[in-house]
């Protein structure tokens, strides 16, 4: 216990070059504590240091709005198959898993669906971001390396000036472990329904540099027929150290292929066991690669300059089966691009510091949609979604984005204001005729083909995002914030120019969100808390109306309160808490099914959400964890008819480090074997259909550490 406390207080009295090098390191010294030292002392007011906020190492307790981290030894004893599950801790995230590695986001809102939905949330991996800002896939946390992750952060709502198009309601960033130390693992998880996960990090610390690699291999065949996965994840690190200095330069590479079970149908069908195991999607794939490089300088220019330039570049690839279409037609879509994120922060006096930086991305992108097989169905069907291309265009996207931070401590009060200015453009380029015929330019019938191509054309947006924070601190253990913030997204590529039937150019603005918040952080003896209310006002909200066209005249309003506590009962009993009430609601006028949805609550949008552990530290070496998910109910359909009633699953985990080194861990997943939907949904042309939760599953592992 005493040795965490002195490097963590060493750490916190390092430069912010200093801290950025070596808070990676701590985390790889921490996993080879007890479970009961890190258990002891979370609550009691170890600072969490992150650079996620901020670029540079900083204090997430000080900040105006709330930054939420999922830690290491947490990551580890979780051991999670899908993001979804680590998610779960953060108050306000509602992310729904569908089969295999494929989720569909939320954060602070409803769950986010359609082609441009993901451009909602920021999702980045070492402050890098998965995607280019207008081409974001709705599953793109795959790409990251969560499963040997040293943390998750998780900022809630649009409150930072470091990050701008698609943070509206927030950003995720996984971080990756800092492998240029001495240090190793190997390890294995071996589950139910042939799961199989072999993990290996090894770094080596020449003093002034290093270098490292994080890798895992994941094998499942599935609990639903016809489902599997494979997937191959590793992240390089290399360091360079100098005298005013520091160069670090990572990888990722991630590769997946999955054999996908698609809904099954039918009310409450996930409640028999042998629909929820059927697969009516057999033929449906996904296959997706991806590569990141990066490489950050961070100067110590002066003891008031700190200087950050992190040039980039990314490739992706992906191709699926889109069995949920009729005809079920194959997407495959790439994207290549480079850009840099650089900042200067300097400490004016001892109460101003200020931050400036530039962001910029070039990227190119591209999409093909095609059918091989004639579309069954209706004869409307059948002559309206035709054989052949459908879609073919390369769209390339400029992005520029200066920014400016103010922060001003005086005694008691913080006072922040960041504003960002960004503007993007597409040349859009279609690669096939105009308009909505088949690929040969012949009609269809019934008035035309399903699917429309604009001519190609350029499209430019232009977004201003100011932040106001304010912080009190009320006594040495309370704190009080507010703050007031614009977010804003650009409209994605698919959005504009992938249209449908009639529409033949997609006039849409950007989507904004005007965010409230006010919140309390507190510490006391064994005690830490964080409070947040929130109201959320979004305005040009793009999706497809009844006609098919894709249009942004909606607007919806998401108001909640939020908890997270960390609560030590006793010595060895602890209990940690994240939990939400929220509203998210239609604000705009729309008839369907001959109902107005203004004040509806948007389709798959719960009140209440709520993740409860208690743990155990039955000696210095063993730990328990049992954990409650709770998922209220909510409608699935927008005119609010039907409705999923919502679930509670209980999960134990439990840990024993056998010798310094060697560490085994064992987990049952929903532990009373209850029967859920990780996903309910209803639509007028299938009615109910669902993604089933598994059954009663089971996961032991084996890691050793050097």
Not at 492 to 508: G, I, N
Not at 515 to 528: D, I, M, P, R
Not at 597 to 609: L, S, V
Request: one cysteine or more; glycine letters at 8%; proline letters at 3%.
């Amino acid at each position: 216990m005493i040795s965490l406390t002195k490097t963590l207080q060493q750490v916190s009295s390092l430069t912010p070059l200093s801290k950025s090098v070596r808070l990676a390191h701590i985390g790889v010294f921490t996993c080879l504590l007890p479970l009961s030292v890190i258990a002891q002392e979370s609550p009691d007011g170890i600072e969490r240091i992150t650079t996620t906020a901020t670029r540079v190492a900083t204090n997430t307790a000080n900040l105006p709005y709330v930054v939420s981290t999922i830690d290491e030894q947490t990551l580890g004893l979780l051991a999670s198959t899908h993001i979804e599950e680590a998610l779960s801790f953060i108050a306000g995230a509602g992310v729904q898993r569908g089969n295999g590695q494929e989720y569909l986001p939320a954060l602070r809102s409803q769950v986010m669906s359609g082609s441009g939905a993901c451009g909602g949330i920021l999702t980045a991996e070492d402050g890098i971001p998965l995607r280019a800002a207008g081409f974001c896939n709705i599953n793109e946390l795959f790409e990251a390396h969560s499963e040997m992750a040293q943390s998750i952060d998780v900022i809630k709502g649009p409150g930072s000036a470091f990050y701008g198009s698609n943070a509206v309601h927030g950003v995720i960033n996984v971080i990756t472990p800092d492998t240029t130390v001495d240090a190793g693992l190997i390890g294995i998880d071996y589950g139910s329904f042939g799961y199989n996960r072999y993990k290996f990090r090894q770094g080596a610390d020449f003093g002034n540099s290093g270098i490292g690699i994080n890798a895992s291999i994941t094998r499942d065949s599935g609990y639903r027929d016809e489902e599997s996965v494979d997937q191959e994840k590793v992240n390089l690190r290399h360091r360079y150290e100098a005298d005013n200095v520091t160069f670090t330069t990572g990888l990722t590479y991630t590769n997946l292929d999955q054999e996908t079970a698609g809904y099954i149908t039918g009310f409450e069908s996930y409640k028999d066991e042998d629909l929820a195991q059927a697969n009516e999607n057999p033929e449906a794939f996904r296959k997706a690669k991806s590569l990141r490089l990066w490489s950050n300088a961070l100067w110590n220019l002066t003891d008031q300059d700190v200087l950050s330039i992190t040039p980039y570049i990314r490739n992706q690839n992906m191709s699926f089966l889109m069995h949920f279409l009729p005809g079920t037609p194959m997407e495959e879509n790439d994207q290549d691009g480079f850009g840099v994120q650089s900042m200067w922060k300097h400490t004016a006096t001892e109460n101003l510091t200020v931050s400036i930086g530039l962001d910029a991305e070039q990227s190119e992108g591209s999409m093909r949609q095609y059918q091989d097989a004639e579309t069954e169905g209706s004869a409307f069907l059948t002559e309206t979604v035709p054989i052949g291309m459908h879609y073919d265009y390369d769209v390339d996207a400029t992005l520029y984005a200066p920014f400016v931070s103010l922060d001003w401590q005086q005694d008691k009060w913080l006072v922040s204001f960041g504003l960002r200015y960004e503007h993007m453009n597409y040349d859009y380029t279609n690669n096939m005729l105009s308009g909505r015929t088949r690929d040969d330019g012949t009609e269809c019938g019934f008035g035309g083909c399903r699917y429309s191509r604009p001519p190609s054309s350029e499209n430019s947006y232009s977004n201003t995002s100011p932040k106001l924070g304010i912080g009190y601190q009320f006594s040495e253990n309370t704190q009080f914030y507010a703050n007031l913030s614009k977010g804003y997204r650009a409209p994605q590529a698919t959005e504009l120019y992938r249209l449908q039937r009639e529409q033949e150019v997609a006039d849409l603005d950007s989507e904004t969100v005007t965010n409230a918040e006010v919140g309390v952080k507190g510490q006391f003896e064994g005690l830490s808390y964080v409070v947040s209310i929130y109201n959320m006002d979004k305005d040009n909200f793009i999706f497809r109306d009844s006609d098919y066209y894709n249009v942004n005249d909606g607007e919806s309003r998401h108001r909640g309160v939020e908890l997270e506590l960390q609560y030590q009962i006793a010595e060895n009993w602890d209990l940690k808490m994240a939990a939400s009430y929220a509203k998210h609601t239609y604000s705009y006028s729309q008839i369907l099914s001959d109902i107005d949805i203004n004040g509806n609550y948007i389709d798959t949008a719960p009140k209440t959400i709520a993740n409860t552990r208690l743990g155990w530290n039955i000696n210095s070496s063993t730990r328990t964890e049992l954990e409650w998910e709770h998922m209220g109910s909510y409608y699935t359909d927008p005119e609010n008819l039907h409705r999923y009633d919502g679930h509670d699953v209980l999960n134990l985990r439990a840990s024993m480090q056998v010798t310094e080194a060697l560490t085994v861990f064992a987990r049952i997943n929903n532990l009373t074997d209850s029967n859920y939907a990780e996903r309910a949904d209803y639509t007028s042309f299938g009615g109910d259909r669902y993604f089933p939760g598994r059954p009663r599953n089971m996961m032991v592992s084996v890691d050793y550490t050097w």
